[in-house]
């Protein structure tokens, strides 16, 4: 790696992690059934890869689906409208929604996200995140968008890897990495 990349989590603490995550998850959701799954939403494109891992290690009945709510213009500077490209119309009534997120930040999508399942009929709506950047949140979503389940609390940096990118670039990288574009 250039000096662009610094490892931030390495991926073994990730898996490691996503084990934890996935037996709170389980426990939480013990009361679940066959006819009732929990309803697993998925974010497009970069939550995919912490999904595959989490969905893996759940012990009880889920559904997965997919949702894709595009919130940057560019891959730096937030539009501040995030919009559902794909999954608005996803029949979430009565069911226990668990929304998989690669990293929550400023909190509009998540807020969006959120209220949307919420105000359509959905009995709980949850967040799974992978990383967890609260400095970044904004100050009237404090409270409305922590993840349920957090896999790192990480502070105001710019990374790369797990499905986290930089312009469709690094998505692949096997561990969370700082990323400098300013040293490439």
């Given amino acids: 790696m250039s000096q662009a990349f610094t490892t931030l989590i ?7 992690r996503i084990s934890e995550l996935a037996a ?4 939480d959701y013990a009361g679940s059934t066959e ?9 497009l494109r970069g939550a995919a890869f912490f999904a595959a ?3 893996r290690a759940l012990t009880v009945p889920c559904e997965l689906d997919f949702i894709k709510v595009h919130s940057y213009f560019d891959d730096v500077n937030p539009s501040g409208i995030p919009v559902f490209e794909l999954g608005r119309e996803i029949n979430v009534t009565g069911r226990d929604v668990l929304i998989i997120e690669d990293i929550v930040d400023t909190g509009q999508t998540m807020d969006l996200v959120k209220r949307h399942y919420t105000e359509h009929g959905a009995k709980s709506v949850r967040i799974a995140a992978l990383l967890n950047k609260p400095s970044r949140r904004l ?14 609390e ?15 670039k690094y998505r692949l990288l096997p561990d969370v990495m700082v990323y400098d574009p300013d040293a490439v």
């Fill in 53 to 55: 891992d989490l969905v």
């Fill in 139 to 152: 100050p009237g979503l404090k409270d409305m968008v922590d993840p349920d389940y957090s896999g790192f």
């Fill in 154 to 168: 990480i502070p105001d940096l710019f990374v790369v890897g797990w499905g986290l990118d930089f312009n469709e």
């Fill in 10 to 16: 390495p991926n073994d603490k990730i898996r490691s």
């Fill in 35 to 43: 006819d009732n799954p929990v309803l697993l939403l998925c974010t």
């Fill in 24 to 27: 709170s998850i389980s426990a």
